[in-house]
């Protein structure tokens, strides 16, 4: 009986590129180690989303690791909750901004993502009726700055968004603000 060979790190990171359609460069790092390798591809397969476990994986899972000076062995987050967590972020229940504060309480405490969402409270709105009405208040509450946007000055778009961004506290689903937004200006 022949026994087969483990694959090598070159293979490896060929087989990255090939099958998870990542750079080279992020397959060189991915396979850096065979514990990282793991790593990856068990939140890749889990989540069906190997680019974005690339990303996070290496950014934030990395940079938490280095500055505590770990391995990736040691790692609190596990990988089905980071595969998890991607998940939630394609389902649009939270958002990429929501999901950095996500990432650091799980790097810090090993929870999976829905028990922090569920603490936290952190669910983002997709209410459009009551998005309608935050939006409504926000252009009611800035009638000089809706006035210099329909003259021309389009740069307050990103001020509306904002203020309604700061009165959803940060949950409201960013590309529904930006139809709404661009509906209700022009409408109002």
Same mark, same amino acid.
């Given at each position: 009986?022949?026994? $087969?060979?483990?694959?090598?790190?070159?293979?490896?990171?060929?087989?990255f590129?090939?099958?998870?359609?990542?750079?080279?460069?992020?397959?060189?790092v991915?396979?850096?180690?065979?514990?990282?390798?793991?790593?990856?591809?068990?939140?890749?397969?889990?989540?069906?989303?190997?680019?974005?476990?690339?990303?996070?994986?290496?950014?934030?899972?990395?940079?938490?690791?280095?500055?505590?000076?770990?391995?990736?062995?040691?790692?609190?987050?596990?990988p089905? $909750?980071?595969?998890?967590?991607?998940?939630?972020?394609?389902?649009?229940?939270?958002?990429?901004?929501?999901a950095?504060?996500?990432?650091?309480?799980?790097?810090?405490?090993?929870?999976?993502?829905?028990?922090?969402?569920?603490?936290?409270?952190?669910?983002?709105?997709?209410?459009?009726?009551?998005?309608?009405k935050?939006?409504a208040?926000?252009?009611?509450?800035?009638?000089?700055? +809706?006035?210099?946007?329909?003259?021309?000055?389009?740069?307050?778009?990103?001020?509306f968004?904002?203020?309604?961004?700061?009165?959803?506290?940060?949950?409201?689903?960013?590309?529904?603000?930006?139809? +709404?937004?661009?509906?209700?200006?022009?409408?109002?």
């Amino acid at each position: 009986m022949k026994k $087969s060979l483990p694959e090598l790190p070159l293979e490896k990171r060929e087989r990255f590129v090939r099958d998870y359609q990542i750079p080279p460069y992020d397959a060189g790092v991915l396979t850096s180690s065979r514990a990282l390798a793991d790593y990856f591809e068990e939140v890749a397969r889990l989540s069906g989303k190997p680019k974005i476990a690339s990303n996070w994986v290496m950014g934030d899972v990395l940079r938490f690791l280095n500055e505590d000076k770990r391995d990736i062995k040691e790692c609190p987050i596990l990988p089905r $909750s980071l595969a998890e967590m991607i998940l939630i972020i394609e389902a649009g229940t939270i958002s990429g901004k929501m999901a950095k504060d996500i990432i650091v309480e799980m790097y810090r405490t090993g929870k999976p993502p829905k028990t922090i969402i569920e603490e936290k409270g952190m669910v983002q709105i997709t209410d459009e009726a009551a998005l309608e009405k935050t939006i409504a208040g926000v252009i009611a509450a800035n009638p000089t700055q +809706l006035e210099q946007y329909r003259a021309g000055k389009e740069k307050l778009f990103g001020y509306f968004v904002g203020q309604v961004m700061k009165a959803t506290e940060g949950k409201a689903n960013p590309q529904l603000i930006n139809e +709404l937004l661009k509906k209700m200006l022009k409408d109002s």
